[in-house]
């Protein structure tokens, strides 16, 4: 096809170029770009989106966005080289998308005759404060037989150790595990939505999706000066958490140090994700009481069982002792995790009930120190386990962040192994 | 337990009966009142929350939210009796929460020996414009074999038809269908779950859930001077659609006037929604050309073929035979319905695809006259067809509004037979 051709087209399709123009004074007050058809347009004083180069990935200590959708994918290809291939054009669709740019020329900014390098859904809308966090799954590094798929085998951290089975875990393969994953928090759906489809289309043959989450609802917090989130329990969710603003907590109980090695995880942290099934019915016949007794704090202001307000220190002796947050707080458990986890609803489950929960993520240094003491304590001993099931599960090494133009993700793990 | 119980308890657990005290200036600038534990609190200049009381249903021709749960129920008790008393009690939560308040006496305002009459997470939201909209579906008038349940049988409206099978339908019985409906429609996705979980949690015994489907993005618009929103396909939906501002069309195809009959159905509308799955992969590995050609309009501006900006008159000889919108168009369809569709993203399909889509909702005075004969058109003739699938298939009728503080959802119909 000439290129003439492709110009008369355009003209025959009544493109104008002008691109999209949008009010871009959008909620949340962090908007920086808009997409369009040809380029970005800047979206004045209403905000900034995320950065996307730096020495962490975005999307852990970054204050929480509203809405979610996680991606888990398997890789079908057994190249390495074509691995590495797609992990820089990932990086450079996250580049853009994160930016409030489309991927490629965008949806409309290609040729005519050919498929669209963005599929255009996110067309006209703000950054949104979209992140996109990807993680490497055990078995990228390790066959189920101890085998080395991409010569990755040696690099694995020791940190990324398989979950446990805990007590009370009914988990779904089908809903567990994953090669990949890629976070994409974003304020609109939409914009997370559009994201993760249009990774999914770049791995298009290479990988595949394994599964997804969606979450509507954001339950925790890393900005403890903003409003609590509640969790589809009622109970604010969050309130107890590593801030965004403490680097010195992160570096403690978040971030990978150079010296915890291996030195290409320095700078990264390690992410579980469960979805965790609630069985609301039931708790939506329990009294308020003993509703509060289970967390060990007030429903309507979210303060410590015996005290006033919210940030109030806890009083562990007014609470029972198998109260959720007793055994969870750092004081007696020993652990200090950062929790970014959401609400889903996902239709019904045949018996006339909400599929709903919390799909829990959490970050932390190492997993070994983290997720799997704590987690084991809770499913021994949490009096909320009468209301909740552990139903996937799933856990990544997520590597440092892209430091500039020319990095990717990934690219200490490959280049210097 | 005495009140001295309950009290000396509530000091226990720290309650200062304060409230939940939200900065409320909310997006959207339609925001009146915040849910709190004791009551509402105004929420300023920021905007209203939608009427609940008025001649029609509100969540039809109100301008379309950004989000929707919409949830089918089978009803369980064979009483009738039972059945009024629940719609009454629904109506009573609806117009509670629609107000942004909490159900009964709230999430903490009860007694603490006792299950809390909300379950509390959108306790501090806003009602961000939160609509509640009931729909009868056949069977709740007609037993499969031609029985009478509720001693309605003779007051099915003759346009509430069962809806005929279309050419490539691939219906999932557990998508489809329903006693009754409740399409909750709210700019934030927790307000509309929440607002579905209490009204499911109220009727626990006399209905259960057959199907719920959360839509995490509008794909349609009755505010032709906004931003017109865009579809899985990336393209602008909703340019063409009876407005919120043009009662005249809406009295002509929208809402059932007195002498269409049943009298019961004066005021209301019938409710088609479809789940139709999109073949996203294909569609994504189509050229732009071809996309413009399938629905006869441009990507990026949204133009019909031909023309220049989104609003222009469409030329139909410009447009292929089978596009989209020539076949859809009244000019050439001779139907007019309201589209008040969502986009889902219900995880993966167990192929390492998204399930994902248009659930579809129109309203109209006739299905007949509405749904019915444009289905069969685009089913038969649509290019679309190539990349779409519908799976799921409901119709409603939807009663009149509820017009004062002692109406109630279905009133008409139950009081008066
Ligand atoms: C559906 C399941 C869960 C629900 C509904 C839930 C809910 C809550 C709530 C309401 C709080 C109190 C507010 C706050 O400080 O954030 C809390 C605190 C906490 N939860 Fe959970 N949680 C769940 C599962 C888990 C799991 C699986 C873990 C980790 C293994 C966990 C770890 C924590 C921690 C560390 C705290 C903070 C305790 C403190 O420092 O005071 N939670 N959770
Ligand atoms: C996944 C399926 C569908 C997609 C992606 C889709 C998409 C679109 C798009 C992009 C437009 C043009 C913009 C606009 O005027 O809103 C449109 C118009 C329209 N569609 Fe669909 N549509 C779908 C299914 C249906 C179905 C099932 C019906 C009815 C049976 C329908 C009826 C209409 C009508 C009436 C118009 C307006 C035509 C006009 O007056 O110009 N659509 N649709």
Request: charged content about 25%; some cysteine; hydrophobic content about 35%.
């Amino acid at each position: 096809m000439s290129e003439e051709t492709v110009t008369s087209r355009r003209k025959v399709l009544g493109w104008t170029g002008a691109g999209v123009v949008v009010a871009a004074t959008a909620a949340g007050g962090a908007v920086a770009a808009v997409r369009s058809g040809d380029d970005v347009q800047p979206a004045g004083a209403a905000g900034a989106a995320v950065a996307f180069h730096g020495a962490n990935q975005a999307g852990i200590t970054t204050p929480v966005q509203d809405r979610l959708h996680f991606a888990s994918f398997d890789v079908k290809t057994e190249d390495r080289e074509e691995l590495v291939a797609l992990l820089k054009e990932w990086t450079d669709a996250a580049r853009k998308m994160t930016q409030g740019r489309p991927v490629g020329e965008g949806a409309v900014g290609g040729l005519a005759e050919a498929p669209p390098d963005d599929t255009g859904e996110a067309l006209g809308l703000p950054s949104s404060r979209l992140t996109l966090t990807i993680g490497f799954g055990p078995s990228l590094f390790t066959t189920k037989d101890g085998g080395d798929r991409f010569g990755l085998k040696a690099h694995r951290p020791e940190a990324l150790v398989d979950l446990p089975k805990f007590p009370g875990d009914a988990l779904d393969p089908n809903r567990s595990g994953g090669d990949l994953c890629i976070q994409a928090c974003a304020d609109d759906p939409q914009v997370a939505v559009h994201a993760i489809r249009n990774l999914a289309r770049i791995g298009f043959g290479k990988v595949a999706m394994r599964w997804s989450q969606l979450g509507f609802g954001k339950t925790s917090s890393t900005t403890p000066e903003e409003q609590t989130p509640r969790n589809l329990m009622g109970f604010k969710d969050g309130t107890h958490n590593v801030a965004g603003s403490d680097r010195a907590a992160q570096d403690k109980h978040v971030w990978v140090s150079a010296k915890d090695g291996p030195s290409w995880m320095a700078g990264g942290s390690y992410l579980v994700a469960r979805r965790i099934r609630m069985h609301i019915e039931t708790w939506d016949r329990t009294p308020l009481r003993e509703q509060e007794e289970i967390f060990g704090r007030t429903k309507g202001e979210g303060a410590p069982i015996g005290r006033q307000r919210e940030h109030d220190a806890p009083d562990f002796k007014a609470m029972l002792p198998d109260a959720h947050v007793r055994l969870a707080h750092p004081d007696n458990s020993g652990v200090t995790i950062l929790r970014r986890g959401y609400s889903f609803t996902d239709g019904t489950d045949g018996l006339g009930r909400l599929d709903a929960g919390l799909f829990f993520i959490a970050y932390q240094r190492d997993v070994r120190d983290g997720f799997v003491p704590l987690q084991m304590r809770l499913a021994k001993l949490d009096s909320l386990n009468e209301y909740i099931q552990h139903v996937g599960s799933a856990v990544y090494a997520v590597p440092p962040g892209v430091r500039d133009e020319d990095d990717w993700w990934g690219r200490e793990l490959f280049q210097n192994h």
